[in-house]
Each structure stands twice: as structure tokens, then as C-alpha cells.
């Protein structure tokens, strides 16, 4: 149980830093320390949870601090 409930749906990293987009992500599977995930887009990726834990609430949708910053990060 790696991400918990709230992390069962986050927003792609790979979308994010290289497309400047948020997409959702679902997990694919959920580990130990990590989970796995893939994007609407077919991003696949991994999130390790072992040093700061499950996060507290959920992660998507996302925060809008988030999207304000990818969009301030464009160009």
C-alpha cells in the first residue's frame, strides 16, 4: 500500500515536465514502497512513496497551485 486511497489517480509526470499538460494517471500497480502508473496518453511511470509516505489527501484532480504552475513553466 504504497500511495494508499489518495493516490490511486495523479497527474502523468511524464505529461507534465516534458508536454507541459496535465493528464490523469491511474495506478497500475501499487507496491511496498512504489507504484506504478499509465496515462491516458500511454505515459508510464513510477512514483516512490518510502521516504514522505501516502499522501494526505487526494491527488487528483490536481491542486490548482499545479496547474498554475505547469502553465507558468510554458514557454
Known amino acids: ?5 489518495h493516490a490511486q489517480f495523479v497527474p502523468c509526470m511524464t505529461c507534465m515536465w516534458e508536454e507541459r ?4 494517471a491511474t495506478r497500475i500497480s501499487e507496491g511496498i514502497e512504489n507504484d506504478h502508473y499509465v496515462c491516458e ?3 508510464q511511470f ?3 512513496y518510502d521516504h514522505g509516505g501516502p499522501p494526505s489527501e487526494p491527488q ?8 498554475d504552475a505547469i502553465a507558468k ?3
Open 1 to 5: 500500500m504504497a500511495g494508499g486511497p
Open 41 to 43: 496518453k500511454g505515459h
Open 46 to 48: 513510477g512514483i516512490d
Open 21 to 24: 499538460a496535465i493528464t490523469k
Open 60 to 67: 487528483w484532480p490536481p491542486k490548482q497551485e499545479l496547474i
Open 73 to 75: 513553466s510554458d514557454g
